[in-house]
């Protein structure tokens, strides 16, 4: 069959990407298909932790800004000011960095499917066989394993028997331009619903993004709070504003029998901001080495493909429920819980530590040996009480 792969992958963001990348390193052939005409065109703030670079040194290349500063809001009087003196977070050209890496992996040998809308897939004791719609017809793609990357809520990954993520957030974010900060800044109250928060971030040339994240979708997808923090910073909207749903639970079950989800279909998101490009990425690399240890072989058990979950979860797993912990801890407090927090924040020299952006279980520990534990009632407190702090 000319379309046969050693690795199919749907999905080209960074999780897909990387995939194919790794997979095509070790020297096995790979298809990726998606939908898009443009690698990379999804809406994301872009940012990440300056441990990015330890792992994927070429995203120095895509830098917007590196932020060492952040203003953090509680309704329009308070304010807490973050100043390090080390990079804290990369604000990074998403689009152009993934498809970077999209273009390495063609180099590599990797095959891009564009405008490929999926519409089957078969997984048998034997093979992979995908069909696809393209200009009206059908074209048929077959592999020895399948890797999934195909974002929140996907249909593809229901369709192959997996109890996707019932949790999840919303986000909203709009371009702006004539943006006069040079920091991030965070906000929460004012016309943010509970639980919701909310940021400007620069990115190049004085434009920036405006968005915010919560539980709920919102009827009027955040225009309050855009004119509110229009007003307070002096800003131009440019274009629209964009919605989109991010997982916050990674899944129990993320591969079988040759088949493993990565990204955020997998649910592998930070809980606490909903960023995933680092995660994405790290379990690109993870789900490609149990690829090229199943090809070696020539063994393609859902046992073997299940140690790709054992290594995720050691490494990541507990993060993340740490991570859940703290959503949640934060959705059950009011502005005015919110205003002594941060108080108590500023007092007990907090903000003096060091914070891992991709890493937060370590700030966290640190902030419930403070005042701020009294804040935690019920479940919570139980749930505190069984965690683990330690990474990995």
């Known amino acids: 069959?000319?379309?046969?792969?050693?690795?199919?992958?749907?999905?080209?963001?960074?999780?897909?990407?990387?995939?194919?990348?790794?997979?095509?390193?070790?020297?096995?052939?790979?298809?990726?298909?998606?939908?898009?005409?443009?690698?990379g065109d999804k809406l994301c703030t872009g940012i990440v932790g300056s441990e990015m670079l330890e792992h994927y040194p070429d995203v120095k290349n895509f830098i917007f800004t590196e932020a060492r500063n952040a203003n953090i809001y509680s309704g329009n009087n308070y304010l807490l000011e973050i100043e390090k003196d080390s990079t804290q977070a990369l604000i990074i050209d998403r689009e152009k960095y993934i498809k970077e890496i999209s273009l390495?992996?063609?180099?590599?040998?990797?095959?891009?499917?564009?405008?490929?809308?999926?519409?089957?897939?078969?997984?048998?004791?034997?093979?992979v066989l995908i069909e696809a719609q393209f200009n009206g017809n059908i074209e048929k793609y077959k592999s020895k394993i399948l890797i999934l990357a195909t974002g929140y809520n996907s249909k593809l990954a229901k369709s192959l028997g997996f109890n996707l993520s019932s949790h999840s957030m919303f986000g909203?974010?709009?371009?702006?331009?004539?943006?006069?900060?040079?920091?991030?800044?965070?906000?929460?109250?004012?016309?943010?619903?509970?639980?919701?928060?909310?940021?400007?971030?620069?990115?190049?040339?004085?434009?920036g993004l405006c968005g915010i994240l919560g539980r709920e979708k919102l009827d009027d997808h955040g225009l309050a709070f855009?004119?509110?923090?229009?007003?307070?910073?002096?800003f131009n909207v440019v274009g629209r504003t964009s919605a989109w749903g991010i997982p916050i639970e990674p899944l129990s079950v993320?591969?079988?029998?040759?088949?493993?989800?990565?990204g955020d279909v997998a649910g592998q998101v930070k809980p606490t901001t909903g960023g995933g490009i680092y995660f994405a990425m790290r379990s690109a690399d993870i789900a490609a080495n149990i690829a090229r240890k199943a090809i070696e072989k020539n063994?393609?058990?859902?046992?073997?493909?299940?140690?790709?979950?054992?290594?995720?979860?050691?490494?990541?797993?507990?993060?993340?429920?740490?991570?859940m912990f703290a959503r949640k801890f934060y959705e059950s407090l009011d502005e005015k819980d919110i205003k002594e927090i941060m108080s108590h924040i500023k007092d007990s020299n907090l903000i003096e530590e060091d914070i891992k952006f991709d890493w937060h279980s370590e700030i966290i520990?640190?902030?419930?040996?403070?005042?701020?534990?009294?804040?935690?009632?019920?479940?919570?407190?139980?749930?505190?009480n069984n965690l683990t702090f330690k990474r990995g």
């Open 172 to 207: 909203y974010q709009t371009k702006i331009d004539q943006l006069k900060v040079d920091k991030v800044n965070v906000f929460t109250g004012g016309t943010l619903p509970k639980g919701y928060f909310g940021w400007v971030v620069p990115t190049k040339q004085n434009k």
């Open 299 to 323: 063994v393609f058990s859902g046992k073997l493909f299940l140690e790709y979950s054992k290594e995720w979860d050691s490494i990541f797993k507990n993060e993340l429920r740490i991570g």
């Open 104 to 127: 390495s992996s063609e180099k590599l040998g990797a095959k891009v499917f564009l405008e490929r809308l999926v519409s089957n897939i078969q997984v048998s004791s034997d093979e």
């Open 1 to 39: 069959m000319k379309n046969f792969y050693d690795v199919l992958i749907v999905g080209c963001g960074p999780a897909g990407a990387q995939a194919a990348k790794r997979i095509s390193e070790y020297g096995y052939s790979v298809g990726i298909l998606d939908y898009r005409l443009n690698v």
């Open 254 to 262: 993320k591969s079988k029998s040759r088949v493993m989800l990565i």
């Open 226 to 234: 855009l004119e509110e923090v229009k007003e307070k910073l002096g």
């Open 365 to 384: 520990f640190l902030a419930f040996k403070t005042k701020i534990k009294s804040y935690l009632k019920g479940s919570l407190l139980k749930t505190f």
